[in-house]
């Protein structure tokens, strides 16, 4: 293109001057800048994005874009369903597995068929007995939790101890012949109550080697037990905190040394 119009300029007539060098070069420049701008302006679209230059290759482009959105979408409507399911529907608890969890934390109130178990110091004329000890005369803190733990192993589903409930947290200790739970203080007799099978407890309790040794005592120097069933039992549900309390170190302690 450029020798053309170099010849063209060569057959002009001349003006009584010679056309200067220079600006037979601007010429050329801006011709071509004319021609670049042309077939840029065919091989870009307005966005300035390079679109296709035959018929397959921009089928081949807008079907690869619709699947790309469509996927996108499809993203999107599942998402919406998600988020529109966990909105409004609420989820399905078990009502028997909330009982029993129930239960086995203490919330609820229990009743049902099961047995009492009352324990209780000895009378004091058994002070007389020789080789008889003070110590021999009370119930101790392990009487009581032999007999708790035998109740437990033998079904026992909820169980009062003095009318409180006893749940997984429940911690009770004796100071002499008082006892302490749940921040109230019990004399004897010491009543035990369990909801559960009567037949079952039963043998629980005479299989227990701490019930055994205890009831050698209760032949001996005639401390209290009665066991009997009761057919309409009624626990109470546990009142108090269940929020578990634990100690820490203090930072950069070595529990070991």
């Keep these: 293109m450029t020798r053309r119009v170099h010849l063209r300029l060569a057959l002009l007539p001349r ?74 529907i609420a989820p399905v608890e078990d009502p028997t597995l909330a009982e029993r969890e129930g239960i086995a934390v203490g919330s609820v109130a229990v009743a049902g068929g099961g047995l009492q178990v009352t ?25 009581i939790q032999h007999v708790i733990n035998a109740l437990w192993a ?17 911690a009770f200790r004796c100071s002499g012949n008082i006892l302490l739970l749940h921040g109230r203080v019990f004399s004897p007799p010491y009543v035990i109550e369990a909801v559960g099978s009567p037949e079952s407890m039963r043998r629980a309790l005479d299989a227990s080697p701490g019930v055994a040794i205890y009831r050698q005592y209760v032949a001996s120097v005639g401390l209290g037990w009665n066991v009997r069933a009761v057919d309409d039992l009624s626990l109470p549900a546990y009142t108090g905190s269940t929020d578990l309390r634990f100690a820490r170190l203090p930072a950069g302690k070595d529990p070991l040394r």
């Design 154 to 170: 033998g079904g026992a589903e909820a169980m009062t101890l003095q009318g409180e409930r006893v749940t997984m947290t429940s």
């Design 15 to 88: 003006s009584g001057g010679r056309l200067r060098p220079t600006i037979t070069v601007g010429v050329v420049a801006g011709l071509a800048g004319i021609m670049f701008a042309a077939s840029a302006q065919l091989a870009h679209g307005s966005s300035g994005l390079r679109l296709p230059t035959d018929l397959a290759e921009l089928v081949d482009a807008e079907t690869s874009r619709v699947d790309r959105l469509s996927a996108q979408a499809e993203s999107l409507r599942a998402e919406v369903d998600a988020l529109t399911a966990s909105d409004t």
């Design 119 to 143: 324990l209780d110091d000895a009378p004091a004329s058994s002070a007389t007995i020789p080789g008889v000890s003070a110590d021999d005369l009370v119930v101790h803190q392990q009487d």
